[in-house]
């Protein structure tokens, strides 16, 4: 049973090396002539104005990830688009409700204010 497995483990084994030989190749033969201007923060062109580790709002996160949810959405229809006249009816009425939720979704977020930004 453990020689089925022998084809994966000599797949991790090749890739495991041969990522960690780049990445030490890369370090020990690449351009390294580090500054003051180089390893300075960099934001937007000017310098930074504040501390780094500031809190950031929670609308931010929550804008990201509705971006991110209706983003993904389009990976869903992308593909039932084109095979659509050869899944049929139940696949059609399956693609239908997942669109009925995320419209939903979409209508309590937007009741809810989570689209406003101040």
């Known amino acids: 049973m453990l020689s ?3 084809p994966v483990i000599i797949f991790l084994a090749i890739s ?3 990522g960690t030989a780049l990445l030490v190749i890369g370090g020990l ?17 000017f310098e930074p104005f504040a501390d780094a580790r500031m809190k950031f709002d ?10 991110i ?5 389009i990976a869903f229809f992308i593909p039932w688009a084109v095979v659509m006249e050869d899944v049929g009816l139940t696949a059609f009425a ?8 995320l419209a ?8 809810k204010g ?3 930004w101040e």
């Open 69 to 73: 949810v209706f983003d993904l959405e």
């Open 29 to 45: 033969l690449g351009p390294s002539k580090p500054s003051v201007e180089k390893s300075s923060p960099y934001e937007c062109g």
């Open 104 to 111: 939903i979704g979409l209508a309590y977020l937007w009741k």
């Open 114 to 116: 989570a689209l406003e």
């Open 16 to 18: 495991v090396g041969l």
């Open 4 to 6: 089925e497995y022998w």
């Open 58 to 67: 929670v609308r931010f996160y929550l804008v990201a990830i509705l971006f």
């Open 94 to 101: 399956a693609v239908v409700i997942f669109t009925l939720e």
